[in-house]
């Protein structure tokens, strides 16, 4: 587990100017500010509410460009963006794995103990919202797309699965999965992998298989 990552962030090769990123265990603060010397943007670890994160490709029939991003969201819903990029494949391993490493200190440093207040809250019989995903005694509240609108629709516990994927959650009605599914993306939706772990957990909680 990570305790502390303090790391410089060259944006790509267009930008000279080094960027400090600094994850603590109490606080986290960048320097993202567009103009040298112009500032650093800092969250408290107790203001943080939320994050998602990917890769955006830049391509023209091959990819020649990648955006790696993190999302950072505080209760006041200011977000602290962490982005460097490659082009060409320069830098492209090496950007790689800082992306890596500042996602899993991310998680480890601010999202896991959220996970585990949920499943307090839960076991409690608290209800609570992940994202746009509504979790409850009974079961879990998603949004379905229909033609010309869209519902919510109960999964009760008993008939949720859930499957983690390479850029995606998906969660569906095991009887009826054609009809009743949502997926959730790691860059587009606020926090679902915190959403994926704690219906996970519950699931494993409730003896529930969710092969």
Do not use: C
């Not at 009760?156 to 095991?174: A, E, L, M, P, Q």
């Amino acid at each position: 587990m990570k305790t502390e990552l303090k790391i410089k962030i060259q944006r790509s090769f267009l930008d000279n100017y080094k960027r400090d990123l600094h994850l603590h265990p109490d606080f986290i603060s960048f320097e993202n500010k567009d103009l040298v010397g112009s500032g650093i943007t800092s969250f408290k670890t107790d203001e943080i509410k939320e994050f998602r994160y990917g890769v955006t490709l830049y391509q023209y029939d091959i990819v020649f460009g990648r955006d790696f991003q993190i999302f950072i969201k505080n209760f006041n819903d200011e977000v602290l963006k962490i982005n460097f990029k490659s082009y060409f494949g320069i830098k492209k391993s090496e950007y790689t794995k800082i992306y890596a490493e500042i996602i899993n200190t991310v998680w480890d440093l601010y999202f896991k103990q959220k996970v585990i207040l949920f499943i307090k809250a839960f076991e409690v019989g608290e209800s609570f919202t992940i994202g746009d995903v509504d979790i409850n005694s009974d079961g879990v509240l998603i949004t379905i797309s229909k033609l010309l609108k869209q519902e919510k629709k109960l999964i009760n516990w008993k008939d949720i699965g859930i499957r983690k994927y390479t850029t995606y959650v998906s969660i569906y009605s095991r009887e009826n999965p054609l009809d009743f599914n949502r997926g959730y993306s790691y860059k587009e939706d606020w926090n679902t992998f915190v959403l994926y772990e704690v219906i996970r957990n519950i699931l494993e909680n409730k003896n529930i298989n969710n092969d």
